[in-house]
């Protein structure tokens, strides 16, 4: 099956510095999202992209759509305290020509965000 | 804002016990997900519904039930809870129509089977 390659599997920065981690995988995806999930919570959408190519910033957070539609990062800039958490990548694969839409998203096994005071 | 509410945050069961988890969302979308979230395996999907009485298994649908009698609604059902059913469980929803794939999340519950 599909599969998303997270990495790093867990970071630790000084405050300030900025971040980078990202998903790869060996399908093609149609779409990729970024969540954040806090201790205790559920994941929370950050950033959603649809076409190859696609840069979009939430703020602080940067998510970029691959060009081969096989890859995906997020980047932070001046990291602060509050952005510890779980960060997530999820995909939806591009489905062959024919198949009924499948509504399900594969998830990264997430990168963990450590801050150093 | 989608809002997508689960019935406990923590619960606490024996061995055998039937246990019901619920989640609501009042934002009239039509896919609904259950997940269970374990350290080391991230996120693996259960049941998902794409519709009031429709029901699809996902990844490890085994030892679990679910029922979708509403809409909004979406619940999910340990027949006999076993220790390794002890995980954070997590409800999310989408819509179906328009393209979009984005996932709205419960704040999950942590249930504990002893």
């Known amino acids: 099956g599909q599969q998303l390659n997270q990495s790093p599997q867990s970071m630790f920065i000084q405050e300030g510095e900025d971040v980078s981690m990202n998903c790869t995988s060996s399908?093609?995806?149609?779409?990729w999202l970024w969540y954040k999930q806090d201790p205790g919570e559920g994941p929370v959408l950050l950033i959603a992209?649809?076409?190859?190519?696609e840069l979009t910033s939430n703020g602080r957070l940067t998510a970029q759509f691959g060009i081969t539609r096989k890859d995906s990062f997020l980047n932070i800039s001046a990291s602060i305290p509050s952005d510890v958490g779980i960060y997530f990548c999820a995909g939806q694969v591009l489905l062959k020509r024919g198949m009924n839409r499948d509504d399900k998203i594969i998830f990264g096994k997430g990168t963990r965000l450590h801050i150093l005071p | 804002d989608v809002k997508v509410t689960q019935s406990s945050r923590y619960l606490v069961k024996r061995t055998g016990e039937k246990v019901f988890l619920e989640c609501v969302q009042d934002?009239?979308?039509?896919?609904m997900f259950w997940y269970r979230q374990d350290p080391g395996l991230g996120l693996r999907l259960i049941y998902f519904s794409y519709d009031v009485k429709m029901k699809e298994k996902g990844d490890i649908p085994e030892g679990y039930s679910v029922s979708r009698e509403k809409k909004e609604r979406f619940s999910l059902i340990l027949e006999s809870a076993s220790t390794n059913q002890t995980s954070m469980y997590l409800c999310?929803?989408?819509?179906?129509?328009?393209?979009?794939?984005?996932?709205?999340f419960g704040p999950g519950t942590r249930l504990t089977v002893t």
């Open positions: 999310a929803s989408s819509l179906r129509a328009g393209g979009s794939y984005e996932q709205y």
């Open positions: 399908s093609i995806f149609n779409t």
């Open positions: 934002m009239d979308h039509e896919n």
């Open positions: 992209l649809y076409k190859a190519g």
